[in-house]
């Protein structure tokens, strides 16, 4: 097959193949950059970071958590939305006071209460049914 001319050289190098001049044969090698490309472009929209170790992967998601977070602020801005800026403490939430937790439990539990009931009624009279049997 033979060395192609420069250009063309470069373009198999890109594409994957390795040359080996002992037997003048271009040789599949990898996979062609372009592919490798597409497949990051795809993950990128689907939010993902790509990453060849942990340190980039660290330092690419505080990049793109960075751009969603502004991205997101100028929408809501533009919806006419409060937006709460960053470091600004005045409008943290404060925990919700455990009075209400409790109450909350209360409800749960009146139901399961009715739901026992109900179930110790329905026993009780399946057992004089099977009595007067």
């Known amino acids: 097959m033979g060395k192609f001319n420069d250009r063309t050289h ?16 271009y040789f599949q090698h990898s996979e062609p950059t372009w592919d490798k ?5 795809k993950g990128k929209k689907q939010l993902a ?3 060849s170790s942990v340190k980039e992967f660290l330092e690419g998601e505080v990049k793109m958590v960075d751009a969603l977070l502004a991205r997101v602020r100028e929408k809501a801005k533009a919806e006419g939305k409060k937006v709460k800026e960053e470091g600004d403490p005045s409008e943290d939430e404060a925990p919700p006071p455990k009075k209400a937790k409790k109450a909350e ?9 009715e739901k026992k009931e109900k179930k110790e009624k329905k026993a009780k009279r ?6 007067e049997e």
Do not use: C, H
């Open 105 to 113: 439990a209360d409800e749960e539990e009146a139901p399961k209460k």
């Open 126 to 131: 399946e057992a004089e049914e099977e009595e």
């Open 49 to 51: 970071v790509p990453a």
């Open 10 to 25: 470069d373009l198999m190098m890109q594409g994957g193949f390795r040359y080996d001049s002992k037997k003048d044969k």
């Open 37 to 41: 490309q597409k497949r990051i472009e």
